[in-house]
């Protein structure tokens, strides 16, 4: 979304600015705040990455004019990356595990990019492997690898850390955030520390996941249905700093699911998974801060809610848990 009321020149212009939306509001609670990514043209956070990481790759020369880029993803980041990759001359590849969304795959084909599944069972390592594969064939092509690249994280250092600043005048206690990646958390984190080193920082995962285990919790590896979020592998996602995170919380899927729903009905965010373990993390983070278990220099929270439920509703999104596909 833009506040702009200029024309702009290319959809482009229209990535980023989303809105800041207070959710759980109850008049008592500390305020928790999420700002709502499927605002952006490709409906996800991801579309910040897709410009930022193109742009700046052209500029410096990585990417040649013209070239091609392949990357690895479950889907958003392909999405945001075609966004760009059309309007920037760019050809794009996606190389996309089974189980993910067929609607993304749908609207990454419709942006003119190419999509090449892996199976399910080989996770995202092998379509990491896959892509490389692919680039080391074509010439002028290259993989910006968003679980390394720190120009992920980099990308919402420049934009979603500096927006969530301005829209709440710097009153920021605690930002709450899931992590794929950890682009968007890792981002907004640093420039959340540099404007003030006390601000609580809080990683959220599904329950399965094993980021938990870089402070050292013994969590037990199992699959989960919240997509988006988790990593089963810590050694290719290189983004995430431990030393910038106060604690990391897992949400079980049963929980997020009844979110995904509560958030519909009750609050008109037709959000996804990844926000809904968002919003329960922040909503938990909150309670603490108002309870005094949590110290925050502000009483105010910020989550992210990621992308927008219509993206799964051939998984079953909406129906009982059992069914939810995941
Ligand atoms: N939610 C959804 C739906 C996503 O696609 C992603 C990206 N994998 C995330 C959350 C997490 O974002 P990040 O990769 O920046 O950690």
Not at 7 to 29: F, Q, Y
Not at 155 to 166: S, W
Not at 240 to 263: C, G, N, P, W, Y
């Amino acid at each position: 979304m833009t506040t702009d009321r200029e024309p702009l020149s290319s959809v482009l212009e229209t990535i980023g600015r989303t809105p800041l939306v207070r959710v759980h509001a109850s008049p008592d609670e500390v305020p928790v705040y999420a700002k709502v990514e499927s605002f952006n043209p490709g409906a996800s956070v991801k579309d910040r990455i897709g410009k930022y990481m193109l742009e700046r790759m052209l500029e410096e020369g990585t990417l040649p004019e013209g070239g091609t880029v392949v990357e690895p993803t479950a889907g958003n980041t392909g999405i945001g990356i075609a966004v760009a990759a059309g309007q920037l001359g760019v050809d794009a590849v996606f190389v996309v595990p089974e189980r993910f969304s067929v609607e993304k795959q749908q609207l990454m084909r419709a942006l003119g990019a190419t999509v090449v599944n892996t199976p399910t069972e080989k996770g995202m390592d092998g379509a990491i492997r896959r892509a490389h594969d692919i680039a080391d064939d074509l010439d002028d092509a290259v993989v910006p690898q968003q679980f390394s690249n720190p120009l992920n994280a980099e990308a919402h250092y420049e934009t979603t850390g500096p927006e969530i600043y301005e829209a709440l005048d710097d009153e920021v206690g605690a930002v709450v955030i899931g992590c794929g990646t950890a682009g968007t958390l890792m981002g907004v984190a640093r420039y959340a520390r540099e404007r003030n080193e006390d601000t609580y920082v809080v990683a959220v995962e599904p329950e399965g996941s094993l980021y938990s285990r870089l402070e050292g919790e013994d969590v037990e590896e199992a699959d989960y249905k919240t997509e988006g979020i988790g990593t089963h592998n810590l050694e290719t996602n290189e983004l995430f700093d431990d030393s910038l995170v106060d604690e990391i919380v897992q949400i079980a899927d049963r929980d997020t699911h009844a979110e995904v729903k509560r958030l519909a009905s009750e609050e008109g965010h037709l959000v996804a998974s990844s926000s809904a373990a968002a919003s329960l993390a922040a909503r938990g983070v909150a309670e603490r801060i108002r309870d005094g278990e949590v110290d925050a220099p502000h009483d105010t929270v910020v989550t992210i809610f990621p992308d927008s439920s219509e993206r799964y509703l051939s998984k079953g999104i909406y129906r009982d848990f059992e069914s939810w596909e995941g």
